[in-house]
């Protein structure tokens, strides 16, 4: 049962939390392979092979282990084996993902999420906690949140404690008192959980609960969340 009163910042996921993130990257992607088909022809063939690209992305994480929270330069890093094993110059890798990245931000939020976020910045300070690389800015949500945490820039991501906590300390706030909203119920909620947050599992699509350890709240939009705080 969440405890409202005890409430004092609430940390957010953003990738299928505030918006869906796989046709966002479909979207990138095409727009990254149609460059490619332009500046790097050979590079977009190999793209254009899902196991070929797998594989490549598969040899840059053991390779990489460093680069396993920093979802920017695997993708970077994946670009510039694949323009050389086709014999392309490696150095279109940085205009490549510049490419994909500016498509990856243009999200189509989900239609309770901005409300909401108008809602709930107005009560208590927001800071988003995700392992994605989204960039608030971009995407056009900056305005609603005090702080942004992610894997990338800490080193560590959900479900560690230590990023939970990262994120209660941006805002200045004890991990108790604040309230994690994510669809992750293993990264968002367990994570969560373990951190000393309590949690909201937002479930739009009527999954099952899979783990022993519940969330305090379930929700099917995040305007249910808003009706707590009215």
Not at 81 to 97: C, K, S
């Amino acid at each position: 049962m969440l405890e409202s009163s005890r409430v004092r910042a609430i940390s957010l996921d953003l990738d299928d939390t505030l918006w869906p993130i796989w046709p966002t990257i479909e979207r990138a992607e095409k727009v990254l392979h149609e460059w490619l088909v332009e500046h790097a022809p050979m590079a977009a063939a190999l793209f254009s092979n899902p196991a070929a690209l797998r594989e490549i992305r598969n040899h840059v994480a053991e390779q990489r282990p460093d680069l396993k929270h920093d979802l920017s330069s695997v993708r970077r890093e994946s670009i510039r084996l694949a323009l050389y094993r086709a014999g392309e110059d490696p150095l279109l890798a940085e205009t490549a993902f510049d490419v994909f990245f500016a498509a990856r931000q243009q999200v189509e939020l989900f239609e309770d999420v901005e409300p909401a976020l108008r809602f709930l910045s107005q009560r208590f300070p927001l800071v988003s906690l995700s392992n994605g690389n989204a960039d608030l800015a971009r995407v056009g949500i900056a305005t609603y949140f005090k702080a942004a945490v992610s894997a990338r820039d800490f080193g560590v991501g959900k479900p560690d404690p230590r990023i939970f906590h990262a994120a209660a300390g941006a805002v200045d706030v004890p991990p108790e008192a604040v309230l994690h909203v994510g669809d992750d119920a293993t990264l968002d909620v367990i994570g969560g959980l373990n951190a000393g947050m309590q949690t909201v599992w937002v479930n739009r699509s009527d999954n099952l609960w899979p783990h022993e350890q519940q969330p305090h709240l379930t929700v099917a939009s995040l305007a249910e969340i808003c009706e707590l705080f009215s």
